[in-house]
Nanobody, 116 residues
Framework: QVQLVESGGGSVQPGGSLTLSCAAAGLDFSQFVMRWHRQKAGKERERVAGVSNTGSVIYYADSVIGRLTISRDNVGNTVYLHMNDLQLEDTAVYYC?????????WGKGTLVTVSS
């Protein structure tokens, strides 16, 4: 059974930092593209970052370039999202996603709240 478990969410003031983790189990992690998505209240889910299975190709949404960094550990089966200079508009539930061919798995999400 595939499991993706996010952690590291919480409350932070504008300008603060958080690191999210997503621990994967039940899949051949090193073969999967890993992505972080987020969903703001009342909005559709959006992709914010992705990393190829080897880590050689990385994608960022325009809104997070320079502030968020995705990385992965293929030994520890974990993908990270390092978030710096957080802004009010970064408040959302952040979801981890694993994709390979027609396989697509999601975690349950972790809430990040940025408020003053």
């Amino acid at each position: 059974q595939v499991q993706l478990v996010e952690s590291g969410g919480g409350s932070v003031q504008p300008g603060g930092s958080l690191t999210l983790s997503c621990a994967a189990a039940g899949l051949d992690f090193s073969q999967f593209v890993m992505r972080w998505h987020r969903q703001k209240a009342g909005k559709e889910r959006e992709r914010v970052a992705g990393v190829s299975n080897t880590g050689s190709v990385i994608y960022y949404a325009d809104s997070v370039i320079g502030r968020l960094t995705i990385s992965r550990d293929n030994v520890g089966n974990t993908v990270y999202l390092h978030m710096n200079d957080l802004q009010l508009e970064d408040t959302a539930v952040y979801y981890c996603n694993a994709g390979l061919n027609n396989m697509n798995y999601w975690g349950k999400g972790t809430l990040v709240t940025v408020s003053s």
